[in-house]
């Protein structure tokens, strides 16, 4: 076999409560509910999150499936706004307590290690209308309360957590660039909004630490890296690049594995005007309180270049583009249905740069994958999707992923994004990501033949 990976290597797959899930029985509303609920048109196809994959239903022949390709392990997220009945007390809602300790168990009797996120950009919506959502010191505190009961009820089978998935994409969604609720534009309040979420998950870690349960397991944090490439070699581009790669990688890389941000980034936000509230006391509990591992997900490289055009603040206010430009890279390879670059390469460059610069920390690859839109017509007769790019696209990362493992990087694990169709905030049902398709109208899900592929693969631990 020409690609061996390492022993007990995971493979599987990543969802999240919200998208896959659906609203049954759930009391309070997270913002992508509400913003549904209020603006149904921003959604494609006006599909929202009401019923989703049905997981809340039917997780027991989800497991099935997804232990039917190989899976031995599987992330998905609790949602904040189903667990909590009070999010001031953390009081627990009984039916969402008797759903995750069942999933859980199912997914552990199929013989999959279960990976439970904290928050994947489902912010209660009552707690934006009262403090402001991440804006506020606060609402870090009734994080960290959240998952303290998170652990105390489900630490001790669950031995993988993370705090987070992507908190850069909050800032972005949220505070930059309007795709996701309350779609504000607000460079100072995306800087300190970015502060908070690196608090709020270093709070969260320490109330791990402090907890009997979760003997005998680790937590992480779940970080998109796109690493970010200068057009040239130009003094003017590498500046672009390295403010892009501190702002949008290692703002949350750096405390996440170093335990301090990035040297130069705060000098730069304070010199601007930008510069977050912070206190000493909270600079040294991220300090001590650092990931065990960490999830990485990759889609896409992110290519800049130095600014052609002053940013006109006067128009949009202070903003991070202020310093770069994105550039299109002649030639690129692209995922049509989605406009991103496809560039597996980045995949070796991650796995390089973790070695080298971050301690070589355990770390898996927690997200990849090609969302396709109209997978439908590459139906064969028996109503298997044939998805061939999609068998190439995993076998072109994992080739390089490989390499990286081969000089060294501690990655123990690969998980696509995602095991059956879900949905997808604003893209709801548009692109298609799973190994085994989801029909929406009758929730028949049906194995892909990349599916078959990659239950060769795992079972092979390799290919
Ligand atoms: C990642 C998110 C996932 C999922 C995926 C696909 O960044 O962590 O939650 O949404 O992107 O996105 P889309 O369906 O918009 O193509």
Same mark, same amino acid.
């Given at each position: 076999?020409?690609?061996?990976?390492?022993?007990?290597?995971?493979?599987?797959?990543?969802?999240?409560?919200?998208?896959?899930?659906?609203?049954?029985?759930?009391?309070?509303?997270?913002?992508?509910?509400?913003?549904?609920?209020?603006?149904?048109?921003?959604?494609?196809?006006?599909?929202?999150?009401?019923?989703?994959?049905?997981?809340?239903?039917?997780?027991?022949?989800?497991?099935?499936?997804?232990?039917?390709?190989g899976?031995?392990?599987?992330?998905?997220?609790?949602?904040?706004?189903?667990?909590?009945?009070?999010?001031?007390?953390?009081?627990?809602?009984?039916d969402?307590?008797?759903?995750?300790?069942?999933?859980?168990?199912?997914?552990?009797?199929?013989?999959?290690?279960?990976?439970?996120?904290?928050?994947?950009?489902?912010?209660?919506?009552?707690?934006?209308?009262?403090?402001?959502?991440?804006?506020?010191?606060?609402?870090?505190?009734?994080?960290?309360?959240?998952?303290?009961?998170?652990?105390?009820?489900?630490?001790?089978?669950?031995?993988?957590?993370?705090?987070?998935n992507?908190?850069?994409?909050?800032?972005?969604?949220?505070?930059?660039?309007?795709?996701?609720y309350?779609?504000?534009?607000?460079?100072?309040?995306?800087?300190?909004?970015?502060?908070?979420?690196?608090?709020?998950?270093?709070?969260?870690?320490?109330?791990?630490?402090?907890?009997?349960?979760?003997?005998?397991?680790?937590?992480?944090i779940?970080?998109?890296?796109?690493?970010?490439?200068?057009?040239?070699?130009?003094?003017?581009?590498?500046?672009?690049?390295?403010?892009?790669?501190?702002?949008?990688?290692?703002?949350?890389?750096?405390?996440?594995?170093?335990?301090?941000?990035?040297?130069?980034?705060a000098?730069?936000?304070?010199?601007?005007?930008?510069? $977050?509230?912070?206190?000493? +006391?909270? %600079?040294?509990l #991220?300090?001590? !309180?650092?990931? @065990?591992?960490? *999830?990485?997900?990759?889609?896409?490289?992110?290519?800049?270049?130095?600014?052609?055009?002053?940013?006109?603040?006067?128009?949009?206010?202070?903003?991070?583009?202020?310093?770069?430009?994105?550039?299109?890279?002649?030639?690129?390879?692209?995922?049509?249905?989605?406009? $991103?670059?496809?560039?597996? +390469?980045? %995949?070796?460059? #991650?796995?390089? !740069?973790?070695? @080298?610069?971050? *301690?070589?920390?355990?770390?898996?690859?927690?997200?990849?994958?090609m969302?396709?839109?109209?997978?439908?017509?590459?139906?064969?007769?028996?109503?298997?999707i044939?998805?061939?790019?999609?068998?190439?696209?995993?076998?072109?990362?994992?080739?390089?992923?490989?390499?990286?493992?081969?000089?060294?990087?501690?990655?123990?694990?690969?998980?696509?994004?995602?095991?059956i169709?879900?949905?997808?905030?604003?893209n709801?049902?548009?692109?298609?990501?799973?190994?085994?398709?989801?029909?929406?109208a009758?929730?028949?899900?049906?194995?892909?033949?990349?599916?078959?592929?990659?239950?060769?693969?795992?079972?092979?631990?390799?290919?």
């Open positions: 076999m020409k690609h061996k990976f390492p022993e007990n290597f995971w493979w599987g797959a990543a969802t999240s409560g919200p998208q896959s899930e659906g609203r049954f029985n759930k009391k309070h509303r997270s913002v992508f509910d509400y913003w549904y609920d209020t603006e149904p048109d921003a959604f494609f196809d006006r599909v929202g999150p009401n019923v989703a994959s049905n997981f809340y239903n039917s997780f027991r022949e989800d497991f099935k499936m997804m232990k039917s390709i899976f031995n392990s599987f992330r998905t997220s609790i949602q904040w706004t189903r667990l909590i009945k009070d999010f001031e007390t953390a009081e627990v809602e009984a969402a307590v008797r759903f995750y300790n069942e999933v859980i168990d199912e997914c552990i009797s199929n013989g999959m290690i279960p990976v439970m996120n904290l928050h994947h950009f489902d912010l209660p919506v009552e707690l934006y209308e009262k403090y402001g959502g991440w804006e506020s010191k606060h609402v870090v505190d009734l994080f960290a309360k959240y998952a303290k009961v998170c652990f105390d009820l489900f630490g001790d089978r669950v031995k993988h957590w993370t705090t987070f992507e908190p850069i994409v909050i800032v972005q969604g949220e505070y930059l660039n309007q795709f996701h309350p779609n504000i534009v607000d460079g100072k309040k995306a800087v300190q909004v970015s502060y908070n979420l690196n608090l709020a998950s270093a709070k969260a870690i320490e109330e791990f630490k402090k907890n009997e349960n979760n003997k005998g397991g680790r937590i992480g779940v970080l998109n890296l796109t690493p970010a490439y200068p057009r040239s070699d130009s003094e003017e581009d590498l500046a672009a690049s390295d403010f892009a790669n501190k702002f949008h990688n290692r703002m949350f890389l750096d405390p996440a594995v170093l335990g301090h941000f990035p040297e130069g980034l000098e730069v936000f304070e010199k601007d005007g930008v510069l $977050w509230q912070s206190s000493s +006391e909270e %600079m040294e #991220i300090r001590n !309180n650092k990931v @065990d591992f960490l *999830g990485v997900n990759f889609y896409q490289p992110l290519r800049v270049k130095v600014r052609e055009h002053e940013l006109d603040e006067s128009k949009t206010g202070w903003l991070p583009d202020k310093y770069y430009e994105y550039y299109e890279m002649p030639g690129r390879r692209v995922n049509p249905h989605k406009n $991103w670059e496809i560039y597996p +390469e980045a %995949m070796y460059d #991650i796995a390089i !740069n973790i070695r @080298d610069n971050y *301690g070589n920390i355990p770390w898996y690859v927690s997200e990849n994958g969302g396709v839109y109209g997978e439908e017509k590459f139906k064969d007769e028996n109503g298997m044939v998805d061939d790019y999609r068998i190439d696209f995993v076998t072109e990362h994992l080739e390089f992923l490989h390499k990286g493992i081969e000089e060294g990087s501690n990655c123990f694990g690969y998980h696509l994004w995602t095991p169709d879900c949905w997808s905030w604003m709801a049902y548009r692109n298609r990501y799973g190994f085994i398709s989801l029909d929406l009758t929730q028949i899900k049906t194995i892909k033949k990349s599916g078959y592929w990659f239950k060769d693969v795992a079972e092979n631990n390799g290919f």
